[in-house]
């Protein structure tokens, strides 16, 4: 465990960790490889975050045309112009709850 919690290789015992401590923090190549890689990981955590946050916002507005008005689901997805994929997604939501 020690091993996992050090930041220069030639500290660490075993050779295959440190090898690749060493390739993806010290190498100029490694570190553009782990630079990429975490590019992407995050460009596709704030994409999944962001359509999550769309249809929570949109879920929310649904209930509140149904609540409010007493629309029934369909009304509310309607008056929204809430189609497809996502019109699809809502209404699971709302069944969850």
Known sequence: MRDFHQTDSRNIHYDLLAHGVKHYKEDKEGRENMCEAVEKYAKEYAEEYAKDYVVRERVCN???????????????????????TERKLIIDQLQKQ
């Open 62 to 84: 649904v209930r509140n045309l149904m609540d409010s008005l007493k629309f029934t689901l369909d009304q509310a997805l309607d008056a929204l112009k809430i189609q497809g």
